[in-house]
């Protein structure tokens, strides 16, 4: 199924959604200028926001205690986004943002209440003369909560890529646990990839780990591909797809997963 058909089954949403029960269905808000959104306590939901046009968006997240949301965000345009999540004791969110071409996003997730979790999967790919920016900025501001954050970019003929994570522990934020990574593939010589992964810690009970590597296509993995009928680009294609499928594959929803993989696959062939 294609993604716009997809779509047309969800749940639109334009400006506000307040959620007071748990839904079958995914809500979608496409091309939002500005969107508010909150979970009651207990509630489960699922929030796709697409990006169809070059616009600026502002996304406002607010979880009670105990509710959880999972959010897909994907970039189909030159669209700058500012997302902003503030989590209650016990809540749960699981972000995927997936930026195909230039695009700039920007993460900020407070985990306010105690036992909080947040996971973050954020995938960027760039041909020539695309600039894509991806930022995730996780503070920890009470005791016991839990943070992960997996970004993987891909960046092609003179393009660029960005990414810049901060994981930042308060003082009263004891047994803090987090990672951050940041992995990238250039597949050029003139392709640029800039990373920046950064922590902040100020308590003394914690387990923090964070890291990031720029490398160069696996050429062993390309000749034994070769080797088994595959040409050059499509042992290419594979490789790069295989770095960041499992990543879109977090999305929580087969059909789903299956649109922005077809998507994805789209994007690789340009490569």
Partial sequence: MELRDLIREMVPVKESLTLTASGERPYVA???????VVVEAGVDAHLVVLHQEPKSAEVTIRLAEGA???????????????VTVAQGASSRLKL?????????????????????????N????????????????????????????????????RSVGEFEGMVYVAKDAQRTDAEQQNRNLLLSDVARIETKPQLEIYADDVKCSHGATVGQMDQEAIYYMRQ???????????????????LVLHCNEDRLCEAVSALLEQKLSKM
Avoid: M, W
Avoid at 30 to 36: E, K, N, Q, R
Avoid at 105 to 116: E, K, N, P, Q, V
Avoid at 123 to 152: K, Q
């Fill in 30 to 36: 496409v091309d939002a200028a500005h969107l508010t």
């Fill in 68 to 82: 959880s949301l999972t959010v897909n965000e994907l970039f189909l345009a030159e669209a700058f986004a500012s």
């Fill in 96 to 120: 995927t943002a997936v930026e195909l071409g230039s695009a700039n996003a920007s993460y900020t997730i407070d985990l306010a209440g105690r036992d909080a979790e947040s996971e973050v």
């Fill in 122 to 157: 954020g995938v960027f790919l760039t041909a020539d003369g695309e600039h894509a920016r991806l930022a995730i900025r996780t503070n920890h501001l009470s005791a016991d909560c839990r943070s992960r954050s997996i970004a993987r970019g891909v960046a092609g003929g």
């Fill in 228 to 246: 088994r009928g595959l040409d050059e680009p499509q042992a290419r294609r594979l490789q790069i797809a295989g770095f960041v499928g499992d």
